[in-house]
């Protein structure tokens, strides 16, 4: 069964603290593994996206991992910021749009 | 990024009554439209995909007559919540789809919150 499965879920941190949260998935055949923030009340947006063959993808203080052999990623997030409070979603694509979902780490940045 | 609107951004309806959501591709020309749906502490559901110009593709467990979905150009679909009941009430999000590079993106919209009462 395709899953992907996020852990913690849910963290709280103090502000310009760092975090890492991690995504395992048994998804097949992979295509890519995107790492979404959803504001509360928004649509997810995008932060990185990664194919089979990249292992880090970095977007400002978000830097992602991907091992395609042990089917893990992670999502670390350096120095953070009250605004990084959202949920942070996993979605592995296995091509043409077949996307799953995890359910996502909610993450509370408290001053 | 290519950019996905919906609206309205909420909307609160009496039991029995249809909903309609907009979905609007900005900047782009999505062929391919997606509705999900998105309880509490849920992650998102895919309800149904939806190509312009042909009838959507339902997943299992979606009434395609109790959510109705035209995609009548390439820049539009709608959803249509008909005769809505509280277990309706939920975050709907559509997604517009752009193909770019043999890597599909979808860009989702800010969501739809109803709320049947």
């Known amino acids: 069964k395709n899953q992907v499965e996020q852990s913690p879920q849910s963290l709280i941190i103090l502000e310009g603290k760092n975090c890492t949260l991690q995504?395992?998935?048994?998804?097949?055949?992979?295509?890519?593994l995107r790492w979404y923030k959803q504001d509360t009340g928004r649509g997810p947006v995008s932060l990185t996206i990664?194919?089979?063959?990249?292992n880090t993808k970095s977007n400002g203080r978000y830097t992602a991992t991907l091992d395609a052999d042990t089917k893990q990623s992670s999502l670390h997030i350096t120095a953070s910021q009250l605004s990084d409070s959202a949920s942070y979603i996993c979605?592995?694509?296995?091509?043409?749009?077949?996307?799953?979902f995890g359910k996502g780490t909610m993450l509370l940045v408290s001053p | 990024g290519a950019v996905v609107s919906q609206h309205p951004s909420r909307v609160i309806c009496k039991s029995g009554t249809s909903v309609k959501i907009e979905c609007r591709s900005l900047?782009?020309?999505?062929?391919?439209m997606f509705w999900y749906r998105q309880f509490p502490k849920q992650s998102l559901m895919l309800m149904a995909t939806?190509?312009?110009?042909?009838?959507?593709?339902?997943e299992q467990g979606v009434e395609k007559d109790k959510f109705l979905i035209n995609h009548a150009s390439l820049t539009l679909s709608t959803l249509t919540v008909t005769s809505a009941h509280p277990e309706d009430s939920s975050f709907y999000i559509c997604?517009?789809?752009?193909?770019?590079?043999?890597?599909?993106?979808?860009?989702f919209g800010p969501g739809t919150r109803l709320t049947v009462l």
């Open positions: 997604s517009g789809r752009v193909d770019r590079r043999n890597t599909d993106t979808q860009y």
């Open positions: 990664m194919t089979f063959s990249e």
């Open positions: 995504c395992n998935y048994t998804v097949s055949p992979f295509s890519n």
């Open positions: 939806s190509n312009e110009g042909s009838k959507a593709t339902y």
């Open positions: 900047d782009f020309q999505a062929t391919t």
């Open positions: 979605v592995v694509n296995q091509g043409y749009s077949t996307l799953t």
